[in-house]
């Protein structure tokens, strides 16, 4: 990539101060509504939940090119208004079909614990991911959406630490220390550790892929070695050398401190100055950054961590029955997590700062996550846990190949194309386009049953 270019889109991408809280969760809640969209659609014909190209198609366009759409031009309330009541009437009007049994909690064989609204707020995350990293290179992307430079709140900003809190949930394993013993947590070490070496090596890879083709890059957001494959591939093992405790209670106290301490010492000493403000003289602060802000990334996940406990256990003994005391955990843990949020950014003025991952930063991606897994669970609630779309499904099998997938597509758009000469209609084909690419490769993975871990 030319340097000429390669400027150009860097000053896309800095600068940004975010948009509001209240937009934020719109576009979360666009999701669930999409999710919800779809369930009542399949309610009536049912036909479509069925793994063909008919379903599959119509998945596409209910939940992924939908989303395309709203993220891309300034549609987003009409669109949440018009598709939630369309929603509303779906699940009033009598369903054409008779329902098969309920079947909230499977476990097939060789696999996790099968949890339908897990399933779908994963997948979900992961859909508007993969859309939001291609579609802020375009100018058809609203630049509020876009991740803020220093303070603020924007879908970008949020969609990190969403990833992480949903990681920090799959990673919750009531069994780690539940009966297993000393080798259980062992076995559970080494595979963190074997996880964490092929993500580390993915993030070596970018580091050095990116500078050697002069590709775009935001410093500031990471610092100049680190990115994001390096904080998850950290904070995972992490939690295995915490001990994977199966108290829930455990971890959101050591969260709790974790994050107020460090909250405290950004206020109180010159760490937030440093951060912020410090010459890029040595190894350190070359990438203090990604180095800070993981004192709150764990935070996020030990708060997921957390939840996911109590929420699989739950799960595995009271199987359907805990759905709706799994809501109420969600709405009260929604409503307290907002509730320290709009302390400290309106009471106490401490901005949110994804750059540093500060306290309301960790609180609002508590909120905000356990918001969208509320949404999807609400939907299970009203219309049943017996469907969930077959490309989430899909998605949910090799998450970090969709992911890993769309980042390599990105980039090879990016060094093919100039993405901000492109107008509005040429934009949202071309992320239409890739998202289609890249969804297709997941469901032919999942069609063939390959599970690359």
């Known amino acids: 990539m030319d340097d000429e270019r390669r400027a150009a889109k860097e000053g896309h991408v800095r600068g940004h101060t975010g948009s509001t809280l209240t937009e934020v969760q719109a576009i979360v809640s666009f999701t669930t509504v999409c999710y919800a969209l779809w369930k009542g659609v399949v309610k009536h014909y049912p036909g479509l939940a069925k793994p063909s190209l008919a379903g599959y198609i119509f998945e596409l366009g209910i939940l992924f090119l939908a989303f395309v759409l709203a993220v891309t031009t300034e549609w987003l309330w009409e669109m949440l ?96 220390t539940s009966g297993g013993g000393r080798g259980s947590y062992w076995t559970y070490l080494r595979r963190s550790l074997k996880s964490s070496g092929l993500i580390f090596f993915i993030g070596l890879i970018r580091v050095i892929s990116t500078k050697s083709v002069n590709y775009q890059e ?35 106290a050591v969260a709790t401190i974790l994050v107020i301490a460090y909250q405290t010492l950004l206020e109180r000493t010159t760490l937030q100055s440093y951060i912020l403000h410090a010459p890029r003289t040595d190894l350190l602060s070359m990438n203090r950054e990604g180095v800070f802000s993981l004192i709150g990334s764990f935070a ?8 996911g406990l109590r929420m699989k256990s739950r799960f595995q003994q009271q199987g359907v029955a805990s759905l709706h005391g ?32 500060n306290l309301p930063y960790v609180t609002w991606i508590v909120a905000l996550t356990t918001s969208q897994l509320m949404g999807v669970l609400l939907a299970d609630l009203v219309f049943g846990t017996h469907h969930t779309p077959n490309t989430l499904k899909a998605i949910n099998r090799n998450p970090f190949t969709f992911f890993l997938v769309g980042n390599l597509l990105t ?28 969804t297709g490769i997941i469901i032919v993975l999942d069609r063939l049953r390959i599970t690359i871990k």
């Open 81 to 176: 208004v018009g598709m939630a009541v369309t929603a509303a009437v779906l699940a009033l009007l009598p369903a054409r079909a008779t329902r098969k049994k309920e079947a909230a909690v499977e476990k097939p064989a060789g696999q996790r614990l099968y949890i339908p609204f897990l399933t779908a707020s994963r997948a979900l995350l992961q859909m508007t991911t993969v859309v939001s990293i291609l579609a802020v290179d375009f100018h058809a992307f609203p630049r509020r959406h876009a991740k803020t430079e220093t303070f603020g709140a924007s879908m970008m900003d949020a969609g990190i630490g969403m990833f992480l809190y949903i990681a920090g949930i799959s990673a919750a394993r009531p069994s780690i």
């Open 218 to 252: 935001h410093v500031e957001e990471y610092g100049v070695h680190w990115n994001f494959y390096v904080t998850l591939g950290l904070i995972p093992l992490f939690f295995a050398l915490l001990g994977a405790s199966s108290s829930g209670t455990y971890l959101t």
């Open 300 to 307: 996020v996940f030990l708060y997921a961590a957390a939840f």
């Open 326 to 357: 799994t809501f109420v955990y969600q709405l009260i843990g929604t409503v307290v997590f907002y509730a320290v949020t709009l302390f400290f950014t309106e009471e106490r003025h401490v901005a949110i700062s994804r750059r540093m991952v």
């Open 411 to 438: 980039g090879a758009i990016n060094l093919s194309l100039d993405t901000l000469s492109y107008g509005p209609t040429a934009a949202r084909a071309i992320v239409s386009a890739y998202v289609m690419v890249v």
